[in-house]
Every structure is written in structure tokens, then in C-alpha cells.
């Protein structure tokens, strides 16, 4: 039983969760990059190069023989898988950046004065008044 609790005190760490969570998130985040990517971006750049299609772009290696299926390499569907990660990794540097940013700004405030105490009010007075 020692090793069932070790690992549900493992599982329930605050760190854990938010990992898991950010995993989830992350996934989706990634099919809605690459629906946009695949079906909202890449149609007008391939009518802007001419009416390419970027999943028909590839180099044949082997042509097909009989039942055998041809060998190609898919460049289009490289440069699309790119695409994708390039916006990914842009939108994370932004959250990342805009985090740390926050983070600085509540480093950097100075911390108030600490209030005097009426004995040390007291003191600066008698002090002040011994000047004059």
C-alpha cells in the first residue's frame, strides 16, 4: 500500500496537475494551429503560387509497380508541419514573454517603508529640535 500512496501523493503535487493540464491544453491549442494552418492559410498561398495544393507536393523516389505502393518524399506536407510550428512556437514566446513581464512588475515595485513606531516619531523630533 506504501508505494499506491507514494504515487497518488505524486499524482495530486500541484505541479503534476498543471503539467497535465498544460499538456491538454497544449494538444488542443496544436489541432487549432493545424486547421488553420491546412485549411485557412495554405489554400490562398497555393493560389498566390500558382494554384499549388502543398499535400500534393512530393518527390518520387520509386514509382508504384503492381501492388506495390510508390515511395515518395512529402515535402509540401513538411513545409505545412512547419508552418504549424513556427506559429506555435511564436504563440508560446508571447505567453511566455507576457508572463515574465508580469513577473518583473511585481519584482520591481519597492517594498513600502516600514511605519515608525511612536517612539522612534518621538526621537526624530527631539532630534530635529536639538539641531535647531
Not at 487549432?32 to 492559410?41: A, G, K, M, Q, R
Request: a neutral charge; hydrophobic letters at 55%.
Amino acid at each position: 500500500m506504501g508505494m499506491m500512496s507514494e504515487f497518488r501523493d505524486f499524482a495530486m503535487r500541484g505541479n503534476v496537475v498543471d503539467m497535465a493540464v498544460g499538456i491538454v491544453i497544449g494538444g488542443a491549442f496544436g489541432k487549432i494551429v493545424s486547421s488553420f494552418v491546412n485549411d485557412v492559410l495554405m489554400p490562398p498561398i497555393g493560389i498566390m503560387l500558382g494554384g499549388v495544393d502543398f499535400t500534393e507536393l512530393v518527390v518520387t523516389l520509386k514509382a508504384a509497380s503492381g501492388e506495390v505502393a510508390a515511395v515518395t518524399l512529402n515535402y509540401g506536407t513538411f513545409i505545412q508541419a512547419l508552418v504549424d510550428f513556427i506559429i506555435i512556437a511564436f504563440a508560446i514566446f508571447m505567453v511566455i514573454k507576457t508572463m515574465n513581464s508580469l513577473k518583473k512588475k511585481k519584482e520591481a515595485a519597492p517594498p513600502a517603508p516600514p511605519k515608525q513606531s511612536a517612539e522612534e516619531i518621538l526621537l526624530t523630533e527631539i532630534r530635529d529640535l536639538l539641531k535647531k
